[in-house]
């Protein structure tokens, strides 16, 4: 819950990123918890470079096979409310994408 809270976009910033390389690090079957926290950051967060950030991390761990399977079909719901709710055009490009790489 800290992590959501922090005041500094740069702080949610490095946790995305940490997410990203913990997630590679642990493999599919230990990563759940870490994709959740990049989807909540994903559609929750009020800075756009931070969303489109956790868009950017979703399109690299499905490029490299580190999502399960039966997170796909949820995720790219969610990806679907945003690139039609998200007022900022890069979060929507880069929601696209990843629903690109998931498909």
């Known amino acids: 819950k800290k992590i ?4 500094h ?3 949610r910033l490095i946790y ?4 990203k390389y913990l997630s590679e ?10 994709i959740k926290e990049i989807i909540y950051f994903m559609e929750y967060d009020q800075v756009a470079n931070v969303r489109f950030k956790a868009c950017q991390i979703i399109t690299f761990l499905a490029k490299n096979n580190l999502i399960n399977k039966q997170f796909i079909p949820n995720l790219i719901s ?3 409310i945003i ?3 998200d007022d900022d055009v890069d979060v929507r490009y880069f929601a696209t994408q990843s629903i690109d790489a998931l498909s």
């Open 4 to 7: 959501h809270e922090s005041n």
């Open 9 to 11: 976009y740069l702080h």
């Open 16 to 19: 995305l990123l940490s997410f």
């Open 25 to 34: 690090g642990l493999g599919i079957k230990q990563n759940e918890n870490l």
């Open 78 to 80: 969610k990806l679907q």
């Open 83 to 85: 690139i039609k709710q």
